[in-house]
């Protein structure tokens, strides 16, 4: 379980005149087994918070520290499209982010294959799979390093609307079997209330506008009337997001 603490972070594009706001002075903390979906409408500095936290990009001030039990946590990452390396198999997609590759890390690739259920395809190439398939890939592979934080973007907005919810699906199962702490961007809010503990919601110049538990059991079934009501709730904020984005 890994703690993330964010403080008074601020990320500023310089270019333009003003230099773009993409995130303005949030701070947060999350700890232990929690699954924190970052919703919000397009352009509110998502990706941009996702990619300071895993070092992809640098803030323009603040902090952020990601630890495991005092030492620095190890970090997985799913991207809207898996980005599997095309002339490796799928186990050896799986082997080639793994510190070491000796047997134990063999075995447990193979795990991780199973729980998403593509055993059967871990001497195919990336090529000879669907969409779906190859995001499950993606999914299995920041799993198998059994990271302390995984930090997904958006992973299931380039699927179509079946296959996005057998994943989602999968992915609960899978936060509930490792007990991961998660970080996911999206900026479905259904998908946000399914599968969440709790819900930060960014505003138009990045602002933190709402940090909301999300205390209904799981399974969340999103016919269900307490989770159609949780919905609605998010959405008539989210809808007032975008009034102010104009
Ligand atoms: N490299 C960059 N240079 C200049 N501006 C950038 C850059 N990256 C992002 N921005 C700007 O920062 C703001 C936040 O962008 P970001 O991609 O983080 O938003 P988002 O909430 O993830 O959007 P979406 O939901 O559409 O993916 C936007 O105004 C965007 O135009």
Request: charged fraction near 25%; aromatic fraction near 6%.
């Amino acid at each position: 379980m890994a703690g993330v603490r964010v403080r008074e972070l601020r990320k500023e594009f310089p270019g333009g005149d003003p230099p773009v706001v993409a995130i303005e002075d949030i701070s947060f903390t999350v700890d232990g087994q929690e699954f924190v979906s970052v919703v919000g409408p397009s352009g509110c500095g998502k990706s941009t918070l996702l990619n300071i936290l895993s070092g992809i990009d640098t803030a323009t001030r603040g902090q952020v520290d990601i630890t495991q039990n005092g030492r620095p946590a190890r970090l997985g990452y799913v991207f809207q499209s898996a980005r599997l390396l095309p002339w490796r198999s799928v186990l050896d997609n799986l082997l080639f982010v793994q510190p070491a590759r000796g047997p134990a890390d063999r075995e447990r690739c193979r795990r991780y294959l199973d729980m998403v259920r593509l055993g059967h395809t871990a001497g195919q190439y990336p090529g000879q799979l669907s969409g779906g398939m190859q995001q499950r890939v993606g999914i299995a592979r920041a799993f198998s390093i059994e990271p302390d934080l995984l930090l997904m973007d958006e992973p299931f907005s380039h699927l179509d609307a079946i296959t996005a919810r057998s994943l989602r699906r999968e992915l609960h199962d899978l936060w509930q079997e490792t007990r991961k702490t998660v970080l996911f961007v999206t900026h479905d809010v259904s998908e946000a209330v399914e599968l969440s503990t709790r819900i930060l919601m960014l505003a138009p110049g990045g602002r933190l506008v709402a940090d909301l538990p999300v205390r209904l059991p799981f399974p969340r079934d999103p016919a269900a009337d307490e989770v159609a009501l949780a919905r609605a709730d998010l959405l008539r904020r989210f809808e007032s997001l975008d009034l102010l984005a104009g």
